[in-house]
């Protein structure tokens, strides 16, 4: 898979789907406005609008923001978000 761009542009392009299907489910879930959700992560309700319609990407930023926000309830199968049992290393990087 490493050298084939093909694939991981696939992988890829289904990971964004799911992310963008997951923020819309959850935003109705909890009765959020694309205009509420904008506010709370600081952004243009355009841009939320562009995220649920694949128009624009989200930044491994706003990815995690909105686990931090949502908690469990905003998962992806292919990312992890748990935190336990990682360590720095001694660049102070993340290590399990």
């Given at each position: 898979m490493k050298n084939d761009a093909f694939a991981r542009k696939q992988r890829i392009n289904k990971l964004m789907g799911?992310?963008?299907?997951n923020l819309r489910n959850l935003r109705y879930k909890n009765?959020?406005?694309q205009a509420q959700l904008a506010a709370k992560l600081n952004?243009?309700?355009s841009t939320i609008?562009?995220?649920e319609s694949g128009r624009s990407v989200m930044t491994i930023e706003h990815v995690y923001?909105?686990?931090l926000m949502f908690g469990?309830?905003?998962s992806c199968?292919?990312?992890l978000f748990s935190e336990q049992?990682?360590?720095?290393?001694?660049?102070?990087c993340l290590q399990e």
């Open positions: 799911r992310l963008q299907c009765k959020l406005s952004v243009d309700q609008s562009n995220f923001e909105l686990y469990e309830d905003f199968p292919d990312i049992n990682k360590t720095k290393n001694k660049d102070g």
